[in-house]
């Protein structure tokens, strides 16, 4: 059967099909930029110092997207452990991610909705517990 549809590339990492470290660069940047300017997550941020930051999230997002090295770091849930992070705090963070990938024309790579699922797999440990939706019993 001959298939007109283009095929994933499953044989290459998330890390290689978005463009490899020079793409992570630019997008953590771009993204801490935006993060650092805006009313609702500036404040989570107050007496960070940038430019750490940027080069530890993007260590972080070169592992989390199958790229090379290994985090060493602290977990970014236990980083915000004792914040407020609530639903629209990370909906807000998602919002820029999608900002900056339009800045980048990152979905030009096709490799963008799985990023955005990278990043939104972690929502469940990064948001507050106290604000998760609870079954009822
Ligand atoms: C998918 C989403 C996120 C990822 C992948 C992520 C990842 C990271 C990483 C890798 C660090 C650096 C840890 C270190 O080496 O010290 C960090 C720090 C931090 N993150 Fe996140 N984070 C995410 C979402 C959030 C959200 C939603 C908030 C708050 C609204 C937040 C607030 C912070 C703060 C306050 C720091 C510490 C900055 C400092 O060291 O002073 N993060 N995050």
């Given at each position: 059967m001959t298939g007109g549809g283009t095929k994933p590339?499953?044989?290459?990492?998330l890390y290689k099909r978005l463009g490899g470290a020079p793409t992570l660069r630019l997008f953590t940047t771009a993204l801490v930029s935006r993060v650092f300017s805006d009313p609702l997550l500036q404040p989570f941020f107050?007496?960070?110092?940038?430019v750490p930051l940027i080069d530890q999230l993007e260590k972080f997002l070169c592992v989390l997207t199958g790229g090379p090295g290994s985090w060493r770091g602290p977990s970014p849930q236990g980083v915000v452990a004792g914040f407020a992070v609530t639903p629209e705090h990370f909906d807000r963070l998602m919002f820029l991610v999608t900002a900056v990938a339009d800045e980048m024309d990152l979905g030009a790579t096709g490799a963008l909705p799985e990023l955005k699922d990278c990043l939104l797999a972690l929502e469940p440990y990064l948001v507050n517990s106290s604000y998760r939706p609870t079954l009822p019993s």
């Open positions: 590339q499953l044989d290459s990492s107050y007496g960070t110092n940038p």
